[in-house]
C-alpha cells in the first residue's frame, strides 16, 4: 500500500510539473471583472411563472494573479476532474502549491488574469435581455454566474439567489445552463455534482427529511448543445473571417484545425461522451461550411505520461508546418469565450512556438460578445422553458464505467425535478 501511495504521488507531481495549464478555463482582460449582483425579485412580479433564474455554469479562472493559488487549490481538490484517491486531499493542495508561480506567470502574460468572468456575465446579462422579449411568460429573467474553481463560486451564487428573493419559502424557478456545449462529466458534470450539493446544504432536508420543502427552488438543467444551429452559425462566421484574411487563390486549401481540451483515456474509455460530442460539433460546422477545406480535430492541454486522447493540437501543427502546409487556422471548438487555453496556449505556445511564428498559422476570433452566439442562446433558454423537461435524456445516463455514486444521486435529483417544472414553479 505505501509503495502504492507512494508511486501515486510521485505520477501526480511528474503531471503537475509537466505542463501549467491543465484545465484551466479563463480569459485574460483584468477590467471589468467586477460582480454583477442581480437585483431583489419578488415571484410572480411579471407573469405567473416568472421570475426564472439563468445561471451559467463554467470551470471559472482567476481575474487576478493573487487569486491564482486558491483556484489551482479548488481544480486539484476535484476528484471529478482530476481523480487522485484517497491521496486527493495530501497531493491537491501540494500540486497546486508547486504550480502556482508557473501559471500566474501565464496570466501575467495575457493581461494579470482570466476574462472569463467578464464574458460570462456579460453573455449571461445579454441573452436575459433578449429573454425577457422573447419570452415574457417566465421573464423577468435574471443572470447568474456559477464558477466551479474561481468566483463567484456555486455556494455564493446560491446564497445571493436565495436573498435575491428565491428559494427560502417563496419558490422560484432556475436553469443551470452549461457554458460546456459538449457534455463530459468532468465538467459538467462536476458544476452539477456541485450545485446538487449546495442545493442540499442550503435547501435541502427538513426536519420531514422532504428533499423538496415547499417553497423551495425548482431546478431544471440545460445539460449539451453540441449542434445547436446557432452555435454553429457563431463558430462558421468567425471561421470565415478568419479565411477571408488569406489570398483568394490559397484560401480553399487552408487546413482547419478544430482544437479541443484533451481528456485521459482512462476516463474516455469508462464511457465519458465528450469525444463524440465535440466531433458532432466540428462535423456540423463544416456541414455549415460545405465542406469548403480540409480539416482535422484536435486535442490540446495534455499532461502527465498517461494516455491521453490525441493527436496533440501541438503535435499537429509542428508537424504540418514540417510538411509545408504553413496555411492553418486554429478553431477553439470547445469554448465559448477566450482563456489561457487561447490566449496563452494557442495564442503563445502553439502559434509562435510550434509553428515557429509562421504568418499562415493564425486563429479564429472566440465566440466572445459574438451577437449570433448570444441570439443563440437566447434560443436555447427559451426552447428548454417551453419544454418542460427537467434535463435531457442523454444526462439520466450514467457512463458505462460510473462508479460515483455522488454522480449518481445528482442525475437523481435533476431528473426529479421533471414533476415540477411543467406545472408552477411555487411548492
Not at 514540417?322 to 492553418?328: A, I, N, P, Q, V
Request: glycine share 8%; net charge positive; hydrophobic share 35%.
Amino acid at each position: 500500500m505505501a509503495n502504492r501511495a507512494t508511486s501515486a504521488a510521485a505520477r501526480a507531481l511528474q503531471l503537475a510539473a509537466s505542463r501549467p495549464n491543465l484545465f484551466c478555463s479563463r480569459q485574460g482582460l483584468r477590467k471589468a471583472c467586477m460582480a454583477t449582483v442581480a437585483p431583489p425579485v419578488t415571484q410572480n412580479s411579471m407573469s405567473k411563472r416568472g421570475p426564472t433564474a439563468m445561471v451559467f455554469m463554467n470551470m471559472g479562472g482567476p481575474s487576478t494573479t493573487d487569486e491564482v493559488g486558491d483556484f489551482l487549490s479548488r481544480l486539484f481538490s476535484d476528484g471529478d476532474l482530476i481523480p487522485l484517491g484517497r491521496l486527493q486531499n495530501y497531493l491537491g493542495p501540494l500540486i497546486s502549491r508547486r504550480r502556482t508561480p508557473k501559471i500566474q506567470k501565464q496570466y501575467a502574460d495575457i493581461g494579470g488574469g482570466s476574462p472569463i468572468r467578464k464574458w460570462s456575465e456579460y453573455q449571461c446579462e445579454e441573452m436575459c435581455k433578449i429573454l425577457d422579449q422573447i419570452s415574457p411568460e417566465t421573464a423577468p429573467h435574471k443572470p447568474y454566474v456559477a464558477f466551479r474553481y474561481a468566483n463567484p463560486l456555486t455556494e455564493h451564487m446560491y446564497e445571493q439567489m436565495l436573498k435575491d428573493g428565491f428559494g427560502n419559502g417563496k419558490g422560484g424557478r432556475a436553469v443551470a445552463f452549461t457554458q460546456y456545449p459538449q457534455y463530459s462529466c468532468s465538467t459538467t458534470g462536476s458544476s452539477l455534482n456541485e450545485l446538487w450539493k449546495w442545493r442540499n446544504r442550503l435547501e435541502g432536508k427538513r426536519a420531514s427529511g422532504d428533499m423538496h420543502p415547499p417553497g423551495s427552488i425548482t431546478w431544471s438543467v440545460i445539460d449539451r448543445w453540441p449542434t445547436h444551429s446557432g452555435l454553429v452559425e457563431a463558430f462558421a462566421q468567425n471561421i470565415e473571417a478568419q479565411l477571408k484574411t488569406y489570398p483568394e487563390d490559397r484560401r480553399k486549401d487552408v487546413v482547419l484545425l478544430f482544437s479541443a481540451h484533451s481528456l485521459p483515456m482512462s476516463v474516455v474509455n469508462r464511457g465519458d461522451p465528450y469525444p463524440a460530442e465535440v466531433a458532432a460539433t466540428v462535423y456540423a460546422v463544416m456541414s455549415r461550411l460545405g465542406f469548403s477545406n480540409p480539416y482535422r480535430l484536435t486535442w490540446q492541454s495534455q499532461v502527465g505520461p498517461s494516455a491521453w486522447l490525441g493527436a496533440q493540437t501541438s503535435d499537429t501543427v509542428r508537424e504540418y508546418v514540417k510538411r509545408g502546409h504553413t496555411d492553418l487556422v486554429l478553431v477553439p471548438i470547445a469554448f465559448t469565450s477566450d482563456h489561457i487555453e487561447t490566449l496563452y496556449e494557442i495564442d503563445k505556445e502553439v502559434m509562435h512556438e510550434d509553428a515557429q511564428g509562421h504568418p499562415g498559422v493564425k486563429r479564429a476570433e472566440s465566440l466572445n460578445g459574438s451577437k449570433v452566439f448570444i441570439q443563440a442562446l437566447a434560443d436555447i433558454a427559451k426552447a428548454h422553458l417551453e419544454s418542460g423537461q427537467s434535463c435531457s435524456k442523454q444526462m439520466g445516463l450514467r457512463c458505462q464505467g460510473c462508479t460515483s455514486e455522488r454522480c449518481l444521486e445528482s442525475k437523481k435529483f435533476f431528473a426529479g425535478e421533471q414533476a415540477f417544472t411543467s406545472g408552477t414553479v411555487v411548492r
